[in-house]
């Protein structure tokens, strides 16, 4: 899991990449959970706020390229 800083300097396809392995991480820690094989249930939160640290970059970048493009 990449840290904010790291977060930051990526393309926007390594931010999608970093996206879809955070989520693939998150649906991980969710089936060790129900079968009571997790246990740090705060990675669980820790790999929520990832994911939406990668969809606020990645949504940023898409509103600068819209309003460099005006």
């Given at each position: 899991m990449a840290k904010k800083?790291?977060?930051v300097e990526l393309s926007l396809g390594e931010l999608i990449d970093e996206l879809r392995a955070t989520k693939q991480e998150a649906l991980n820690?969710?089936?060790r959970n129900a079968t009571g094989q997790l246990e740090?249930?705060?990675e669980i939160g820790k790999v929520r706020k990832q994911v939406a640290r990668i969809n606020t970059l990645?949504?940023?970048r898409e509103i600068a390229a819209a309003e460099a493009g005006q």
């Open positions: 800083n790291d977060l820690l969710r089936f740090n249930t705060a990645i949504r940023q």
